[in-house]
Structures are given as C-alpha cells and as structure tokens.
C-alpha cells in the first residue's frame, strides 16, 4: 500500500522544481523557499488541499 497518491508525488515534483528556479514562494511572508524540507511540505499542502491522497499532519505535542 502506498503512502502517497500520484497526486501528491506530482505536487511535490513541481515544487520541487519551483524551488530550485527560484521561483517558489513561502505563504504570507512571501519569501523565497530555499529549503527542501520546507518545498516537500508546500507540495503535500497543496496535494491535501486538492484531496489527494496523503496523510493527516502529526500533532505536536505539548
């Protein structure tokens, strides 16, 4: 069973190639994203946004 849908692998594809054109963009603050980490997690945002299939954020704990 796969952990990913084909919809989250190709959003994290293409901001993973918006990132290292330079061209992706973090939320509010509007920074260019510079980190991988921070790309992978802007492209499985946006594949949950869209309903693909990808799992629930961790809760943090406190």
Do not use: F, N
Request: no cysteine.
């Amino acid at each position: 069973m796969k952990k990913y849908g084909e919809k989250a692998q190709e959003k994290v594809h293409e901001a993973m190639h918006e990132m290292k054109e330079g061209t992706l963009k973090s939320g509010r603050s509007d920074k260019k994203v510079t980190d991988r980490k921070q790309a992978i997690a802007i492209g499985l945002s946006e594949a949950r946004k869209e309903g693909g299939k990808v799992p629930k954020k961790k809760e943090k704990k406190s």
